[in-house]
C-alpha cells in the first residue's frame, strides 16, 4: 500500500487559517486522496477527498501539488471544534475485487489555541 | 448521525467470554468495514465486506470472526477475550472504490 507522512502535531490559533501537509511519494495513478479526522471519543469522519484537481467543501479545501506527491488540507478558519487528529489517507479507485480497507497512520494532531 | 448505527456503545465482560458486535450500515452502502482503535496501536483495519462476501482482511485474529447478513448488516464476534483485547471497535460503511467511509460512533469494549 502506497504510504502517506505527516506531521505528528500541529497547533494554530482559532479562527486562522490551518494548513495540514501530506507527503505521499508512492502514490499510483489510480490512488485518490483521502482526509478524515477524528475528534475526541468519537469516530472517524470524512472530510474531503481528490485525484489530481484541487477540491473545496463546507469543511475544507484540497490543495494537491501537480506531482501527486503531496497534498494539503486547508481549514478556512479554524474553530475550537475543529481539534482533533487529522488523517491523510490513499484509496484505490480500481482495488482488486473491491478490497479496499483503509489504512491510517498515526495522522496529524491539530491543537487549536483560544 | 453518521448514518452508521453500531450496538452496544459499551461493553464491560471477563476473560475468556465471547462477544458480538452488530454493525448496520448506511442505507444503499454494500460494503461493511471493521476497524480496532487501541491506545498503543491506533486504527487498525480487521476485515471488510461487501454484499454478504468477505473481501479483504486486515490484522484480524483467529480470535474473531465477522459477517454480513443478506439485510447488510455485519456482526464481529470475539471470542477467548484477552485484556488486549480492550479496544475501540469501529464499523464504517461505503461504496466501494468512490467517495468516502462513513464511520459509526463506535463500541467500546472493556474485558476485565
Known amino acids: 500500500d502506497a504510504k502517506t507522512t505527516q506531521p505528528n502535531s500541529m497547533e494554530s490559533n482559532e479562527e486562522e487559517p490551518v494548513h495540514l501537509p501530506c507527503n505521499h511519494s508512492?502514490?499510483?495513478?489510480?490512488?485518490?486522496i483521502h482526509w478524515y479526522r477524528q475528534l475526541p471519543s468519537q469516530g472517524p469522519e470524512y472530510v474531503i477527498h481528490g485525484l489530481t484537481s484541487n477540491v473545496n467543501n463546507r469543511m475544507a479545501s484540497l490543495a494537491i501539488a501537480e506531482d501527486r506527491k503531496s497534498s494539503t488540507l486547508i481549514l478556512h478558519r479554524a474553530t475550537l471544534r475543529d481539534a482533533a487528529v487529522y488523517y491523510c489517507i490513499l484509496r484505490d479507485q480500481y482495488s482488486g475485487g473491491g478490497a479496499d480497507g483503509l489504512t491510517f497512520g498515526k495522522g496529524t494532531h491539530l491543537i487549536i489555541q483560544p | 448521525d453518521s448514518g452508521v448505527t453500531q450496538t452496544p456503545k459499551h461493553l464491560i465482560t471477563a476473560t475468556g467470554q465471547r462477544v458480538t458486535l452488530r454493525c448496520s450500515p448506511r442505507?444503499?452502502?454494500?460494503?461493511v468495514y471493521w476497524y480496532q482503535q487501541s491506545l498503543d496501536q491506533g486504527l487498525q483495519f480487521l476485515i471488510q465486506y461487501y454484499n454478504g462476501e468477505e473481501r479483504a482482511k486486515g490484522n484480524i485474529l483467529e480470535r474473531f470472526s465477522a459477517q454480513q447478513f443478506p439485510d447488510l448488516h455485519s456482526e464481529l464476534n470475539l471470542s477467548s477475550l484477552e485484556l488486549g483485547d480492550s479496544a475501540l471497535y469501529f464499523c464504517?460503511?461505503?461504496?466501494?472504490?468512490?467517495?468516502?467511509?462513513?464511520f459509526g460512533s463506535g463500541t467500546r469494549l472493556t474485558v476485565v
Open positions: 442505507s444503499g452502502d454494500l460494503s
Open positions: 464504517a460503511s461505503s461504496v466501494v472504490g468512490f467517495g468516502g467511509y462513513t
Open positions: 508512492t502514490i499510483s495513478g489510480t490512488d485518490y
